[in-house]
Nanobody
Framework: QVQLVESGGGLVQPGGSLRLSCAAA????????MAWYRQAPGNQRELVAT???????DYTDSVKGRFTISRDNAKNTVYLQMNSLKPEDTAVYYC??????????????WGQGTQVTVSS
């Protein structure tokens, strides 16, 4: 089992920055594909950024050029650096870890979420 704990959320003004962290308890972090999702009130959960085991990254269009996902396998931690924040980035941000168990199947692990509010 893997436990994921997010931190780093808070209130920030438009144009500001935040860095989210997600620490994984467990010994299999290095074989997990990691991702950040977000969910705003009344909306479905949205995939924001992904980073593979090999550190390849991908982003949803609305955050490209502003957000950066990274991982530190030595610290069992994945980060989301968020710059030039906009009010529409306001949401609960969730950390996700995905383990490939073969035959096209995956096991997903989720953190509890951290609130990010962008407002003046």
């Amino acid at each position: 089992q893997v436990q994921l704990v997010e931190s780093g959320g808070g209130l920030v003004q438009p144009g500001g920055s935040l860095r989210l962290s997600c620490a994984a308890a467990g010994s299999i972090f290095s074989i997990l594909h990691m991702a950040w999702y977000r969910q705003a009130p009344g909306n479905q959960r949205e995939l924001v950024a992904t980073i593979t085991v090999g550190s390849s990254t991908d982003y949803t269009d609305s955050v490209k050029g502003r957000f950066t996902i990274s991982r530190d396998n030595a610290k069992n931690t994945v980060y989301l650096q968020m710059n030039s924040l906009k009010p529409e980035d306001t949401a609960v941000y969730y950390c996700n870890g995905r383990r490939n168990v073969g035959l096209g199947r995956y096991v997903d692990y989720w953190g509890q979420g951290t609130q990010v509010t962008v407002s003046s």
